[in-house]
Structures are given as C-alpha cells and as structure tokens.
T-cell receptor, first 113, second 110 residues
Framework: DGGITQSPKYLFRKEGQNVTLSCEQN?????MYWYRQDPGQGLRLIYY???????QKGDIAEGYSVSREKKESFPLTVTSAQKNPTAFYLC????????????FGPGTRLTVL | DAKTTQPTSMDCAEGRAANLPCNHS???????VYWYRQIHSQGPQYIIH???NNETNEMASLIITEDRKSSTLILPHATLRDTAVYYC???????????FGTGTRLQVFP
C-alpha cells in the first residue's frame, strides 16, 4: 500500500529532552512537510522540503530541526529550545506540480511532561 | 496568501446535501481554492480544488462564484462518516504552502 507513515502515534518525553519524530513515504513524492496542530486550531507549517538535501523554514520553525537525506524520509527533531512542544504533529507529502495535493500521515501526538 | 472566512460549525441531516461556504474576498487571479477535511485525531484529507470553474469529483462539488470572492463545497448526500472539520484554503500558484484556518466543524446527524 502506498502512503505516509508516522511513528509512534503517541510519544511522551521529559522536559529538556530532544525528540525525533519519523515520517516515511513511498509515494515517490518530491515534497514533504511538517505541521503542528494545537487543540481547536488549524495546522501551522514548521518546515518543508521540495528536494533531497534541501529544506525551508515554515511559519513556526524555531525550536525545531529537520533533515532530508533520502527522498522517502523527513524526520523532525523537537529540541529543548521549543517552548511549548506538546502538540499533534502531522507530516505530509506531495508532488511538486500545479496540483500540490498533499497527502497526510496519521500524526504523532507528543506530550512533554 | 489570501485569508479565508468560514462558519465555525454547521449541522446537516444524514442523506441531505451539506453546503459549506467559504469567503475569500482578497483572492487574486492565480490563487487556487482547496478544500481538505480532518476527522478527529487523524491527518487531513484532500477533497477538491479549483481556480475559477466549478469542479466535481467522487467526493464533492466545488462551486466558485464568478467574482471568485467566495465558494461553496457541496457534499451531495452527507453520511455520518462525513462528520469532520472542513478547511477552505487559498494557495498562490507556484507555492507549496497551505495555510489552514480553524475550518468549519460539520456535524452530520441521523
């Protein structure tokens, strides 16, 4: 089955620890994205990448870092510098064309204690 | 990117058409209108998009006014599984960013 996988679905960490969320896609999409969603809110863009070894900051990149070493993978690290890391994190991918239909993964709910 | 305005919530009876409005009065000529929906605690799902013509697919229809300042998403026969938050998004051609607002929470009741 083609799609996007994120793991784990739920993640708990202690304050001050870095944590890396995984995102893998087998759709052969060039572009990948990370969003954050807080309760009752829409999604906000953290980082995105249109091609391997290149990525751009979104609207709320502070306290986060990413890498894009492979086309299929776009891991997100939530660093200790992120002031309010508890949130629902969503990864997406798309072709780089006019349509830009983004396919989303199931999300990871991160709770920092 | 142009901003969109949607009602906070709507109800619809099962089997009836659900008509979800969206205002995007500052939309410019090369900006597309996209609709996504998000069922509770899942990732958003693409529904449909359009530029100026009305569009239809197996999920829904998108009606865009002639002046492009507003649009309506139509689910022709709503089911309980259509209960979700529906996001109307305006995206500038050539950019990859989707700016999600708070959307419309559609509740389909039996």
């Amino acid at each position: 089955d083609g799609g996007i996988t994120q793991s784990p679905k739920y993640l708990f960490r202690k304050e001050g620890q870095n944590v890396t969320l995984s995102c893998e896609q087998n759709l052969n999409h060039d572009a990948m994205y990370w969003y954050r969603q807080d309760p009752g809110q829409g999604l906000r863009l953290i980082y995105y990448s249109q091609i391997v070894n290149d990525f751009q900051k979104g609207d709320i990149a502070e306290g986060y870092s990413v890498s894009r070493e492979k086309k299929e993978s776009f891991p997100l690290t939530v660093t200790s510098a992120q002031k309010n890391p508890t949130a629902f994190y969503l990864c997406a991918s798309s072709r780089v064309d006019l349509t830009n239909e983004q396919f989303f993964g199931p999300g990871t709910r991160l709770t920092v204690l | 990117d142009a901003k969109t305005t949607q009602p906070t919530s709507m109800d619809c009876a099962e089997g009836r058409a659900a008509n979800l409005p969206c205002n995007h009065s500052t939309i410019s000529g090369n900006e597309y209108v996209y609709w996504y929906r998000q069922i509770h605690s899942q990732g958003p799902q693409y529904i449909i998009h359009g530029l100026k013509n009305n569009e239809t697919n197996e999920m829904a229809s998108l009606i865009i006014t002639e002046d492009r300042k507003s649009s309506t998403l139509i689910l022709p026969h709503a089911t309980l599984r259509d209960t979700a938050v529906y996001y109307c998004i305006v995206r500038t051609s050539g950019t990859d960013k989707l700016i999600f607002g708070t959307g419309t929470r559609l509740q389909v009741f039996p």
